[in-house]
């Protein structure tokens, strides 16, 4: 016999999904479906919640309660960056390889750095801040007009100082 169901336990189930978009059902009820949830339901709840990220890969967390889903966005560092850039929406089905050659301005890796300190590893926000250059870097964009690698670099000589910011403590999920 199956253990009793406990309305009180919290589960939380995180998945990448296209912002905008509801996902195929195929892919959320193997996750879901031992929950007691329906992935149609919930495949609708995470394309209303993920509207500004339209068709961008977005990473999702579903807290699960005494069968009710809250759907919050966990956006990385390349999406946010993929944002920032203010590209118009494509369609995923029929344009393929894109290349995101835009400009984004230094302010807005610094606004992005502050999103991502909470979950970033660096000791400082200048390791932060460079965390999220390298992402802009891979992604193929510049800042204010250069390569993020010299902004980098301006960094580790001390030519450009980097104003620290302490992230407000994140809350502790239970597993």
Request: some cysteine; hydrophobic content about 35%; charged content about 30%.
């Amino acid at each position: 016999m199956p253990p009793k169901f406990d309305p009180t336990a919290i589960s939380y189930v995180c998945m990448r999904a296209i912002g905008g978009e509801v996902g195929a059902t195929s892919s959320l009820a193997p996750k879901l479906g031992p929950l007691g949830l329906s992935p149609k339901k919930i495949g609708e709840d995470i394309a209303k919640n993920t509207q500004d990220w339209k068709g961008l890969k977005i990473t999702v967390q579903l807290k699960i309660q005494n069968r009710k889903a809250t759907v919050s966005v966990v956006p990385s560092a390349s999406s946010q960056v993929i944002k920032a850039l203010k590209e118009p929406v494509r369609d995923r089905k029929k344009v393929k390889n894109v290349i995101h050659d835009g400009n984004v301005t230094y302010e807005d890796i610094y606004e992005i750095a502050k999103v991502m300190r909470p979950r970033s590893m660096a000791r400082k926000m200048s390791g932060t801040v460079k965390e999220i250059l390298g992402t802009a870097q891979s992604v193929g964009c510049t800042v204010d007009g250069v390569s993020p690698h010299d902004i980098i670099d301006e960094i580790n000589d001390g030519t450009r100082e980097v104003e620290d910011y302490d992230a407000p403590p994140v809350e502790k999920k239970d597993d």
